[in-house]
Each structure stands twice: as C-alpha cells, then as structure tokens.
T-cell receptor, first 114, second 113 residues
Framework: AQSVTQPDIHITVSEGASLELRCNYSYGATPYLFWYVQSPGQGLQLLLKYFSGDTLVQGIKGFEAEFKRSQSSFNLRKPSVHWSDAAEYFCAVGVRGGNEKLTFGTGTRLTIIP | DAGVIQSPRHEVTEMGQEVTLRCKPISGHNSLFWYRQTMMRGLELLIYFNNNVPIDDSGMPEDRFSAKMPNASFSTLKIQPSEPRDSAVYFC???????????FGDGTRLSIL
C-alpha cells in the first residue's frame, strides 16, 4: 500500500522568503501526486498535480513542485511567500490504474512572520 | 461552476441524537468521498462511492456510521447514535475520473455535547 510522509509538522518563514515543503511517498510504481492547501475553516484546495511528463509542475498561487523519482519525493516550492500563504498544506498520492482513493500526508502548517 | 456543496456548515447536538450530513457533488463527477478530520488523527477517508455504489467503506469507524448515495447528485452520512468522540470536521469530495484530483467541499463542523 502507498504511504505519504510530510516530515515537517510546522514551518515558519518570513514574508518574502522562499519556501520548500517536503513530501516523500512510498509506492512501487510512479503514482499520481497532489498538493492541497487548507485555510482555516475551509476545505482542501488543489494547488497542483503530477500525472506524467515534465517533472516540474506549476500550480496556482505561484507554487511549483518537482517530482524526483530517485528520491521518492514531491516537494512544494514557492520563491517568495506572502502572508496569505499561511495555511495547512497536504501532500497526497494516488494509485495508477487502481481505485480513486488518495492517501494524504499528515500536513505541514505554514506560519508567515512579517 | 458550483463546487461541492455540504450542509449544514455547523452542527451542534447532544450525544445520542441522530446526525445527518449532506453532500452535493460537482455535476458530472462520478466518484464521491467522505472524510473526517481531527487534530489527533488528521484526514481519514471514511467511505467512497463510484457511480453511486459504495466501493470501499473500510474507514467507517463503526456501525453507528452509515452513508448512502441514492443518486448522482446527493449523498448523506448519518451517525446514529452520536457520541462526543464523533466531533470533527467532515468533508465531502468528488472527482470525475480515477486520475483526476478530488474537489472538496467546505466541510461540516460537528460538535457532539
């Protein structure tokens, strides 16, 4: 069965600084990969997804993520964070050719300081 | 386009009462998912449907929980009888294909007193 690890429970960065949120997955083949963001009191919103092709994927709100097969990673990056990026971020993995279930990581809470 | 619509947004009730959560998926989506989110356990998949048929209910915590999808545009999650440990945020999500992302509703915040 697939699994997802987000090793950082909480990250604090200064506004304008760069950001990288880590995500590692465990799966025997190339999975589908997703990053979601959850603002307080809201549902999860899709930031970006990787299915195949270019390993660097662009998402909404200036985010990008890079799929690295050799490291089983799909880290999320943003060159310059804004105060509005403060939220909880979830990485998720899906199985190719299987059912529609996603396995979510435990999330990383991002705090932005002025 | 309307997203996934959940109702109610908030529910406060006493233990032992029946609770019904409702979800309207995005039109045309054929898969629907119910999740529960708590601080202790994070985001848990309870059950999911494909073409209105329950495919995997292994995440349903116990017999007090039941879910139905009578048609493609409506699903319910019922808890009877409710207990304080059922307090959580319950999310519904839908997707239109096994390789397409899930779209989430804004959730129902449930408090059982």
């Amino acid at each position: 069965a697939q699994s997802v690890t987000q090793p950082d429970i909480h990250i604090t960065v200064s506004e304008g600084a760069s950001l990288e949120l880590r995500c590692n997955y465990s799966y025997g083949a190339t999975p589908y990969l997703f990053w979601y963001v959850q603002s307080p009191g809201q549902g999860l919103q899709l930031l970006l997804k990787y299915f195949s092709g270019d390993t660097l994927v662009q998402g909404i709100k200036g985010f990008e993520a890079e799929f690295k097969r050799s490291q089983s990673s799909f880290n999320l990056r943003k060159p310059s964070v804004h105060w509005s990026d403060a939220a909880e971020y979830f990485c998720a993995v899906g199985v190719r050719g299987g059912n529609e279930k996603l396995t979510f990581g435990t999330g990383t809470r991002l705090t932005i300081i002025p | 386009d309307a997203g996934v619509i959940q109702s109610p947004r908030h529910e406060v009730t006493e233990m032992g009462q029946e609770v019904t959560l409702r979800c309207k998926p995005i039109s045309g989506h054929n898969s629907l998912f119910w999740y529960r989110q708590t601080m202790m356990r994070g985001l848990e998949l309870l059950i999911y449907f494909n073409n209105n048929v329950p495919i995997d209910d292994s995440g349903m915590p116990e017999d007090r929980f039941s879910a139905k999808m009578p048609n493609a545009s409506f699903s319910t999650l019922k808890i009877q009888p409710s207990e304080p440990r059922d307090s959580a945020v319950y999310f519904c999500a839908s997707s239109d294909n096994s390789n397409q992302p899930q779209h989430f509703g804004d959730g129902t915040r449930l408090s059982i007193l």
